[in-house]
């Protein structure tokens, strides 16, 4: 059964990944492009389809199957820092998950100040996560 888990969290981890990624990329159209009502509205919609419809099932999958790991198996905690340092990696990117959603409610209203330089740089909060997550798990360094 573990592994079975542990596929289910790669597959949703991967999707809450993508997520992660466009929906900034969105943020950059949105704030970019905010004369035009016609084409903002549209990306509205895909903004609150994106972060609910495929972000919230992804991350739920995610952090549950991830618990159940760790629920399946409670000693990875004395197998290195390692872990910790990916669970903290993971729990920013809980917190910058959180976060689109709070700047999409805020460009949803346009009450967003923020320019389209300020979501690109913002985009790449994800990757360097992803990298750390990523190498932690499977290289182990520490």
Known sequence: MYLW??????ISFVS??????????????HVEQKDKKEFVDVVKIME???????????????????LGLIAMNPS??????WIHIKLTAVI?????????????????????????????MYNEIPTVLL????IMAIVRPF
């Open 5 to 10: 888990i542990k596929a289910l969290h790669i």
């Open 48 to 66: 609150r389809r994106l972060y609910y419809g495929i972000g919230m099932p992804a991350f739920t999958l995610t952090l549950f199957s991830g």
């Open 92 to 120: 920013l990117m809980i917190a910058y998950y959180f976060h689109n959603g709070y700047v999409r409610k805020k460009l949803e209203r346009d009450e967003c100040d923020k320019s389209g330089k300020f979501f690109r």
């Open 131 to 134: 990298i750390i997550i990523v």
């Open 76 to 81: 990875i905690f004395q197998s290195g820092m």
């Open 16 to 29: 809450w990944m993508a997520v992660l990624f466009y929906l900034p990329r969105l943020f950059v159209y």
